[in-house]
């Protein structure tokens, strides 16, 4: 699949086109998908086994502000996917990760490297901000 030919759909997937009866057909093969939902298993193996540097959002679907900052988030999932492993964490889904994390407030971003955070952002307000914390970080 060409990434620059997919659509996103509402639960996730990425697909490339839709048939005539609108059903929504996965790309097959590598996968070209940018930002990861994770799991509990996914979040760990990320953040213990990348060689990459790892930048997780802690976010719920209530949060306004998480809604609002996602856009920015998923292209900083696609400009980063060359340095990063980008994912996003449902503090309702994987409240144990989040409680690991001691996390007090979402959006609530946070950079690892070698499975240890390096640093962390609560709230960025802008793409801008987001950049900026992963370059100084990187």
């Not at 048939?19 to 998908?33: A, F, L, P, T, W």
């Not at 809604?67 to 994912?87: H, S």
Request: aromatic fraction near 10%; glycine fraction near 4%.
């Amino acid at each position: 699949c060409d990434f620059n030919t997919k659509k996103r759909y509402k639960n996730g997937y990425t697909i490339k086109k839709e048939n005539r009866r609108n059903v929504y057909i996965e790309c097959k093969g590598e996968s070209n998908m940018k930002e990861l939902n994770m799991n509990l298993e996914r979040y760990e193996k990320s953040i213990h086994e990348s060689e990459k540097p790892v930048l997780v959002e802690f976010w719920a679907p209530w949060c306004v502000y998480c809604r609002r900052i996602a856009p920015a988030y998923d292209k900083i999932a696609e400009q980063y996917a060359e340095k990063l492993v980008v994912g996003k964490i449902n503090v309702d889904e994987v409240p144990e990760a989040a409680q690991k994390e001691k996390i007090e407030a979402i959006p609530a971003l946070l950079l690892y490297k070698g499975g240890e955070v390096v640093d962390s952002i609560v709230a960025p307000d802008s793409k801008a901000k987001i950049e900026e914390f992963i370059e100084k970080n990187l």
